[in-house]
């Protein structure tokens, strides 16, 4: 039996489910019952009440929110050593720090962070709906971190002036695009709409078409007349792009642009996981009750 055929055969014996990210190699997501950007996949999974296990390929601080969000489930994590650089910039200590020196200005804090970082904000926010989150907030001010490069595509969208906290919080898979590399490869494929994620620097946000999250990329490629794109983000996304629209061509902006900790979860590392139920992601009920509270305004606030 091969090792897909013993991940299906865990998967029914001992209901679980796989949810991939939008990152994941191509092939872990095709074996994947859901494949998505982190919120979506913890609402997911928070649909899925017959599952027992929620085997989440991705990376730490997703796996931590779905085993917020998901409390009666058990969740792993295929490879224990695949972390987030964003969500280990901005730990517990430096947020308090932050928020000592500002006082009385509300804190949102990007997902890509750990869960003991959660606790200590007002509302989580994602790419997707950070500029939804902030002008819902009742404030003139915010504090908003790590990522600096999504702080400043946020300010572009609001009057409400944002603080930036950490100075220079980034993903460093993010700052591999450059303007130049994209504008060359604009000249040489004509017609084609670059689509950029908000964790890009400015100046490649300035010469986007489009400027959104993963899964806003998907919704935008699907509906727009344009027939090729330049896919400004981890190389991963291209495999769900070409899946979802055979008819149309996408570009990476730099075949490099690869974010090494999403890639390590393998077949292999999927399998294990489920035979030995190994790596699971636990959160301590303290810091669970405190960084839920936060994941659940931010839906509250979009409803």
């Known amino acids: 039996m091969d090792?897909?055929?013993?991940?299906?055969?865990?998967?029914?014996?001992?209901?679980?489910?796989?949810?991939?990210?939008?990152?994941?190699?191509?092939?872990?997501?095709?074996?994947a019952d859901y494949v998505g950007d982190s919120i979506e996949l913890s609402k997911r999974a928070a649909e899925e009440t017959d599952a027992k296990i929620l085997v989440f390929a991705a990376v730490d601080f997703m796996a931590e929110s779905a085993a917020i969000l998901n409390p009666d489930k058990k969740v792993l994590l295929p490879s224990s050593g695949a972390r987030c650089p964003m969500a280990q910039m901005f730990p517990v200590e430096q947020v308090k720090m932050w928020k000592k020196k500002y006082p009385k200005i509300p804190l949102v804090l990007y997902v890509n962070t750990l869960a003991q970082a959660k606790t200590e904000c007002d509302v989580c926010c994602t790419s997707a709906n950070a500029v939804e989150i902030v002008n819902a907030l009742d404030t003139d001010t915010l504090l908003f971190g790590p990522?600096?490069?999504?702080?400043?595509?946020?300010?572009?969208?609001?009057?409400?002036?944002?603080?930036?906290?950490?100075?220079?919080?980034?993903?460093?898979?993010?700052?591999?695009?450059?303007?130049?590399?994209?504008?060359?490869?604009?000249e040489k494929k004509l017609n084609a709409e670059v689509m950029v994620h908000p964790e890009c620097n400015p100046e490649v946000q300035g010469i986007a078409d489009f400027i959104g999250s993963t899964s806003q990329m998907c919704k935008y490629a699907k509906n727009a007349s344009?027939?090729?794109?330049?896919?400004?983000?981890e190389i991963g996304l291209l495999h769900r792009l070409k899946k979802e629209n055979p008819?149309?061509?996408?570009?990476?902006?730099?075949?490099?642009?690869?974010?090494?900790?999403?890639?390590?979860?393998?077949?292999?590392?999927?399998?294990?996981?489920?035979?030995?139920?190994?790596?699971?992601?636990?959160?301590?009920?303290?810091?669970?009750?405190?960084?839920?509270?936060?994941?659940?305004?931010m839906h509250a606030l979009l409803s």
């Not at 344009?226 to 983000?233: A, E, L």
């Not at 061509?249 to 035979?275: D, H, Q, S």
Request: hydrophobic share 40%; proline share 6%.
């Open 3 to 31: 090792v897909i055929s013993k991940i299906a055969q865990l998967k029914k014996e001992k209901q679980a489910v796989i949810l991939a990210h939008n990152y994941q190699r191509p092939e872990v997501q095709d074996i």
């Open 147 to 186: 990522d600096n490069n999504l702080a400043f595509y946020v300010q572009q969208k609001t009057d409400k002036k944002i603080i930036p906290i950490p100075p220079g919080g980034f993903c460093p898979t993010h700052l591999l695009f450059l303007k130049d590399d994209i504008l060359s490869l604009k």
């Open 226 to 233: 344009s027939q090729r794109f330049i896919v400004v983000t």
């Open 247 to 297: 008819t149309k061509e996408f570009l990476p902006a730099y075949e490099g642009g690869v974010c090494p900790n999403m890639k390590l979860n393998t077949f292999e590392r999927i399998y294990l996981a489920l035979k030995t139920e190994q790596t699971e992601i636990t959160v301590p009920l303290n810091v669970a009750r405190k960084a839920r509270k936060a994941l659940e305004k």
